[in-house]
C-alpha cells in the first residue's frame, strides 16, 4: 500500500482517541464526578459535551448541523487522502501527519455518531491563566498533524 504510514497513524490515533474517552467516562466516571484534578492547574479533567467545533464555536446547534460536521470531517478526510497520495512515496513525514489529522477527525465523528456530540475532557491551564476550554485526544492529534502537514510540506520556495 502506498500511503501504509497514514493508514497506521490514523488508526493508532483514532484508537487512542477512542481509548482516552472509554477511560475518562467508564474506568474514572467523569460524567458524573465532572471534574477530576490529575496535576493542577497545569492538567485537569473536566468534563464537556461539545456540540460545535474547536472551542464550542457553533455549538448548541441542531441535528443538521450534527450531521453537516460530520460530512465536512469525512470530506476533509478524504480529500487529506487523495492529496497525500498524489505526493511522493518517500513523504513519510506527510503520511504520518496527514493520518494524525484523520485519526484525530474520526475520533470526533465516532463520539457525534454515537452520542451527538464530542466528548471533551483536558483542561490545562498555566502561569496564572484560567483557561476556560476543555479538548480531547483527537484535538491533539489533529493540531499535532496540521503542524506537520505545514512543517513537513517539502515545497521548495523559489527566492523571486
Known sequence: MRAKMMVWAAALALILDQLSK???????DLPS????????????FRYGENTGINFGLFGGGTDTTRWILIGLSLVICVALVIW?????AQARAMQISAGLVIGGALGNVVDRVIFGYVLDFLNMSCCGINNPFVFNVADIFIFAGAAGLILFDGRHKNPA
Open 22 to 28: 472509554y477511560l475518562v467516562v467508564q474506568v474514572m
Open 33 to 44: 464526578r465532572f471534574s477530576v484534578d490529575i496535576f493542577p492547574p497545569l492538567l485537569r
Open 84 to 88: 497525500i497520495l498524489r505526493l511522493p
